[in-house]
């Protein structure tokens, strides 16, 4: 099982990027998937989830507005939408999948059991 995350960069304040996270090795329609962040010295930040079909997201209150997360099942990829990009977003973002989550812990990295190496975006002042 493997998650490709993708699209990291160095951008300006205000600036947009897209993040992909390519899967293989799994059934990706049978699992829910999610970003989370960490910033140098800082806990990982649950950053937005989607469930396996592609009908419900959730999104942390600080991206919410301007991060939108979506998925395609048929490319076995999730995507993170980020507009207006502020210092503060400047991340390690990592994808993660999970077989099965509840309301209660879809926020929660304990609820993914598979993670992928990070893509790092940079967003300067």
């Known amino acids: 099982v493997q998650l490709q995350a993708s699209g990291g960069a160095l951008v300006q304040t205000g600036g947009s990027l897209r993040l992909s996270c390519a899967a293989s090795?799994?059934?990706?329609?049978?699992?829910?998937m999610a970003w989370f962040r960490q910033a140098p010295g800082k806990d990982r930040e649950f950053v937005a989830a989607?469930?396996?079909?592609?009908?419900?997201?959730y999104v942390a209150d600080s991206v919410k507005g301007r991060f939108t997360m979506s998925r395609d099942n048929a490319q076995n990829t999730v995507f993170l939408q980020m507009d207006s990009l502020k210092p503060e977003d400047t991340a390690n973002y990592y994808c993660?999948?999970?077989?099965?989550?509840?309301?209660?812990?879809?926020?929660?990295?304990?609820?993914?059991?598979?993670w992928g190496l990070g893509t790092q975006v940079t967003v300067s002042s």
């Open positions: 993660a999948a999970s077989r099965a989550t509840i309301l209660s812990t879809i926020r929660s990295g304990a609820a993914y059991n598979t």
């Open positions: 090795g799994l059934t990706f329609r049978s699992y829910d």
């Open positions: 989607i469930r396996k079909t592609g009908g419900v997201t």
